[in-house]
């Protein structure tokens, strides 16, 4: 916790300069996340203290996230001040698509990011502090999260390739925050959403925490200690998968499935969350206890289809595939050969077409002449192999082509003439013969696999 001595707003300039310096010695631009609250309007006017100090460049952001009937106001509350410090401030509007209930302060939050992602700034700085720090992870806490949910928000970490988050405030309670602020006869807005105790936080807030300090009055003391050890403890777990996944992972990104159920079930969990998360999926504990049981233990020839956020988790031959979930196109696509274009983009089948140039191999050039289509497989479709019918199962087979894979490739026609599955065969009585060189289709899904 900072230090409860500070009282003046010099001692608060001191406080930022410290942390300022021992994280951020090269950095430039500040930019502050200001809501109009108490809490972002001190961080503001200290960081406006501080930039002089340092000769930093300030400015703000504010999200006008259109939930409340004041919301405009905020915003023009927002500009006053940013005039007021000479600030340049950037401005967005968001539209939360909201379901009711909790899920608002999420989506709020989402919508949030992706604004703060737009920064230009060397350094975000938001106004999170430890009241905030300990009602986010008795909330990680109630919801069973594990050790990287309970060292809830970091001072620092990175937000995009060129800017860092910060949070010098989480050592700082929101009722020092107010007395300062009430020093300095700075103003700020009231959000009477804030209020709304059907809303977790706002419950924890009002109804449980004050009651828990009259109990436990160094609560949060004893909260931002065991932040800092589930902290440790997620650096180290995070150390391990690493290691594991080096070894575990092929270079298709795909995962070994022999090796994770070689190791204890807590480290397999680990692995397996790791190398989701990592591919921007999400798998909660439930979702990935379940997750384990239909890759390690379900019969050889299954092949589950697990949703994992973005992705779809799923198994063949003894690894595991994170794939896009994907519809099938229904019609045809049609388009054209050019050999001086050998790679087509086609985004309805989630992937591209590439033509390999062979000698004496592939399709013909004039088999590829005129307008050729994608289409979907119908079944019963199969290719002239060298003098025989095969079946485009057996081919797909035969490839080692996983069925999610075989349920997603498209086929190759010109006219209604079946030319290629590509990866799995070619109509042989359309190849090409020495010396011509032909053409070998090979299709790259956009997931990889």
């Known amino acids: 916790m900072a230090d409860t001595r500070m009282t003046s707003r010099a001692d608060w300039v001191d406080y930022l300069e410290t942390a300022w310096h021992d994280a951020f010695a090269d950095a430039t631009h500040i930019e502050v996340a200001l809501s109009g609250g108490v809490d972002s309007v001190c961080l503001t006017w200290l960081l406006a203290d501080l930039a002089k100090r340092r000769g930093l460049r300030l400015s703000a952001v504010h999200v006008n996230h259109q939930l409340n009937l004041r919301a405009t106001d905020w915003q023009e509350f927002c500009q006053w001040l940013c005039s007021t410090l000479r600030i340049p401030l950037r401005t967005a509007k968001v539209d939360i698509n909201w379901g009711g209930g909790d899920s608002l302060e999420a989506e709020a939050r989402q919508a949030r990011y992706q604004v703060f992602a737009d920064s230009q700034a060397d350094v975000l700085a938001l106004a999170h502090h430890a009241d905030d720090q300990a009602e986010t992870v008795l909330l990680q806490l109630l919801r069973g999260a594990g050790p990287h949910g309970l060292a809830a928000m970091p001072w620092i970490r990175r937000l995009t390739d060129a800017t860092q988050l910060w949070r010098p405030l989480l050592g700082v309670t929101r009722e020092h925050l107010e007395a300062l602020a009430t020093a300095e006869d700075w103003i700020w807005v009231e959000d009477d959403s804030n209020e709304d105790t059907k809303l977790r936080r706002n419950f924890l807030r009002h109804d449980i925490l004050p009651r828990l300090a009259t109990r436990y009055p160094d609560y949060r003391e004893h909260l931002l200690r065991s932040i800092r050890r589930a902290a440790d403890a997620a650096a180290l777990l995070d150390e391990m998968a690493a290691s594991d996944l080096e070894l ?202």
């Open 248 to 449: 575990m992972v092929g270079a298709d990104s795909s995962l070994d499935l022999d090796m994770l159920a070689g190791v204890s079930l807590p480290r397999a969990r680990n692995a397996l969350f790791a190398w989701v998360e990592e591919r921007g999926g999400m798998l909660g504990p439930d979702a990935l206890d379940d997750a384990l049981v239909q890759l390690l233990d379900a019969a050889p020839d299954a092949n589950p289809m697990i949703d994992v956020g973005i992705w779809q988790l799923t198994r063949y031959r003894q690894r595991a595939y994170l794939i896009r979930p994907f519809s099938v196109p229904t019609t045809a696509v049609a388009f054209e050969f050019q050999p001086t274009q050998l790679t087509l983009d086609f985004p309805d089948w989630g992937g591209r077409l590439r033509f390999n140039p062979v000698a004496g191999g592939g399709l013909s050039q004039v088999a590829l002449t005129g307008e050729l289509t994608l289409r979907p497989r119908q079944g019963g479709e199969s290719l002239p192999q060298r003098g025989v019918s095969k079946t485009l199962k057996n081919l797909m087979q035969e490839a080692g082509m996983p069925p999610y894979r075989r349920e997603r490739l498209p086929l190759i026609y010109q006219a209604d003439t079946l030319l290629a599955a590509p990866g799995a065969g070619i109509n042989t009585d359309l190849m090409a013969v020495e010396p011509d060189t032909g053409y070998l289709p090979v299709w790259l899904p956009y997931d990889g696999y």
